[in-house]
């Protein structure tokens, strides 16, 4: 078992619907939680990070954190095609010095 | 307020061979996290740096090994390159005390021959 799982995808959303990606982590020790951007060719951008149960919104990004249940989640609202790029889940796990963990990110095309 | 910065950009070697990469942190940060991301997965932790000292290391042999320098900037090196070294090589920086924020810089694409 993958400590940090994603589905690969793609995820195909139409302009200005809601993305939904999702992310599972094996370690319950896990403290904090991001989501990365990551561009073809390019390298990763933050762009939410999450560290208490519950909902944190930031523009059209909302970050929701379950960890009873081991998952992180990112929604795109008005999804544009600016935000087609991999989105990759990253995980923190204090015990090992700041050691982000990641998942295998997910596609998103976003289709006009 | 500068960013994350890396050099090379790009790079060819030969299987055997030695590299050094070089990364500066973004002002104000005092520790550095080195990954390797392979094409089509996610990035993989080498290692970190924190007051010139190893601060956790992910499942990389010896060969991979760095320094960090008292401006905080670091150099990751490899030793005897393999085939598999090809990859993009990320440097990222963060304040030790905020509990994980780390920022990339641009990256260092190596490519083994």
């Known amino acids: 078992q993958k400590e940090v799982e994603q589905n690969s995808g793609p995820l195909s959303v139409p302009e200005g619907a809601i993305a939904s990606l999702n992310c599972t982590y094996s370690d319950r020790g896990s403290q904090s939680f991001f989501w990365y951007r990551q561009y073809s060719g390019k390298s990763p951008e933050l762009i939410m990070s999450?560290?208490?149960?519950g909902d944190k919104e930031d523009g059209r990004f909302t970050a929701q954190l379950n960890k009873a249940s081991q998952y992180v989640s990112l929604l795109i609202r008005d999804s544009q095609p600016s935000d087609s790029a991999t989105y990759l889940c990253?995980?923190?796990?204090?015990?090992?010095?700041?050691?982000?963990?990641f998942g295998g990110g997910t596609r998103v095309l976003v289709k006009p | 307020e500068t960013g994350v910065t890396q050099s090379p950009t790009h790079l060819i070697k030969t299987r055997g061979q030695q590299v050094t990469l070089r990364c500066s942190s973004q002002?104000?940060?005092?520790?550095v996290s080195w990954y390797q991301q392979a094409l089509g997965q996610g990035p993989q932790f080498i290692f970190q740096y924190y007051r010139e000292e190893e601060n956790g290391r992910g499942n990389f042999p010896p060969r991979f090994s760095g320094l960090q320098f008292p401006n905080y900037s670091s150099e990751l090196n490899v030793n005897a390159l393999e085939l598999d070294d090809s990859a993009l090589y990320l440097c990222?920086?963060?304040?030790?005390?905020?509990?994980?924020?780390?920022?990339f810089g641009p990256g260092t694409r190596l490519t083994v021959t």
């Open positions: 999450i560290y208490s149960n």
């Open positions: 002002s104000g940060h005092n520790t």
């Open positions: 990253a995980v923190n796990a204090l015990t090992a010095g700041n050691k982000l963990t």
């Open positions: 990222a920086s963060s304040l030790a005390q905020t509990g994980g924020e780390q920022y």
